[in-house]
């Protein structure tokens, strides 16, 4: 869906190609798509600015969706918070989208992904000769996001000299390529994200106080599925739509079994941890009647065997979480056959419908 550039950043197109997405629940408010290009900026082809979807009914999305709505229209910058993969990034596109910038570009740059010298030169450009191997001067991503939105991703990495170079940028609204003391004016909007705790930075000293009060000015924190279990049948019901139409499969429904154990699942990997689960679903199950669920710590071979318990060892579930996802998934890979299911678990099928009942029970 994104189009990767060198160099760990993305820059988006000002048309989509990107599937409508599932049209939200009544609850939800949806965007207002904005009222159309920029003047001085037409477009060849009328386009509707792309209207990427987020997809959910709990509250917690529901109050996502309105503070987007609310600050979108805004030159304010927004810090989006939240465990990796809970849609950060969605969240930062739909800001975009959702503002009188939708139609000029959305720079994504990952942080972390490059070391400070390269992040440096990205961000505000170089002269020429500003060091070995610049042959050539270069438009820094703040120039580039010209009338658009550069987002950056994991801000909580950033060393202390680009910090302090951020801050000013924020400030000024200008900059100046390394090598050179021209000042550039820069028209961006920041969205920022991070999934750690830039409080706790500050405290520690890693991060600069001055710097998290101008990002923390509007924070939109993404809450991690499993305090959403409501989103997670609507998320893996348009992931599963999505990948059949992406690999060519049929979209057998999930079964009962797959049902209940994708809404108990932790999910430490958020959505995009449910999305890849899905594809790799549908990829194994397409042509049986129901689809089982599929999870990387499945056993499928003997060297996968110790990877449940791995799993729960590092991502410290308790006894009952251990418990419960070795009666589902044993029910599952059974295609829910419960007799099989408690012979092979050594429990009586009494046992097994009552486990089962409580699930049930847990889960409304
Ligand atoms: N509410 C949602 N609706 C639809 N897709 C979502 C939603 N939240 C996350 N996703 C998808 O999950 C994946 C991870 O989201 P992303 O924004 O990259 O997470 P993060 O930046 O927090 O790590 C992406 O493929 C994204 O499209
Ligand atoms: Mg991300």
């Keep these: 869906m994104k189009s990767v550039g060198y ?4 820059t988006r197109p000002r048309t989509s190609d990107t599937p409508a997405r599932a049209v939200p629940p009544p609850s939800v408010p949806a965007f207002t798509p904005p009222a159309g290009p920029p003047s001085g900026a037409v477009p060849a082809v009328p386009t509707v600015a792309p209207t990427r979807r987020i997809i959910g009914r709990s509250p917690a999305i529901g109050r996502v969706l309105h503070l987007v709505s609310r600050v979108a229209p ?3 910058t927004v810090l989006v918070t939240g465990e990796t993969g809970t849609g950060k990034e969605l969240v930062a596109l739909a800001i975009h989208d959702a503002s009188s910038r939708a139609y000029g570009p959305f720079v994504a740059v990952n942080c972390s992904a490059l070391a400070e010298s390269v992040l440096e030169s ?3 450009g170089h002269v020429k000769g500003a060091f070995t191997g610049a042959t050539n001067s270069k438009r820094g991503l703040f120039q580039v996001a010209s009338g658009g939105t550069l987002f950056l991703d994991e801000v ?4 202390p000299a680009i910090q302090v170079k951020l801050l000013r940028v924020i400030q000024q609204r200008t900059i100046s390529p390394v090598g050179s003391h021209a000042v550039i004016p820069v028209d961006f909007r920041l969205v920022a994200a991070t999934n750690h705790d830039l409080a706790l930075l500050v405290k520690n000293g890693s991060f600069r106080k001055d710097l998290f009060y101008r990002l923390q ?3 939109i924190h993404v809450p991690p599925l ?3 279990a409501e989103d ?3 998320l893996a019901d348009h992931f599963r739509r999505r990948f059949a139409r992406e690999h060519g499969l049929e979209a057998p429904p999930f079964s009962a079994t797959a049902q209940m154990r994708m809404r108990t699942f932790p999910w430490p990997g958020n959505v995009r941890e449910l999305e890849n689960a899905v594809e790799r679903s549908l990829i194994i199950h397409a042509d049986d009647a129901f689809l089982s669920l599929e999870l990387p710590a499945d056993v499928h071979s003997p060297g996968d065997a110790d990877r449940l318990l791995d799993r729960a060892r590092t991502e410290r579930w308790s006894l009952e979480d251990l418990e419960r996802e070795y009666i589902l998934s044993t029910l599952d890979a059974a295609g829910g056959r419960r007799s099989e299911t408690a012979r ?10 009552r486990k089962l009942q409580r699930y049930r029970e847990k889960m409304t």
């Design 7 to 10: 160099g760990g950043y993305a």
């Design 74 to 76: 805004t030159r304010a």
């Design 122 to 124: 990205e961000l505000f």
């Design 156 to 159: 909580g990495t950033l060393t």
């Design 217 to 219: 000015v509007f924070n």
């Design 226 to 228: 499993r305090s959403r």
């Design 232 to 234: 997670i049948p609507l």
């Design 344 to 353: 092979s678990l050594g429990i009586s099928r009494r046992t097994l419908y």
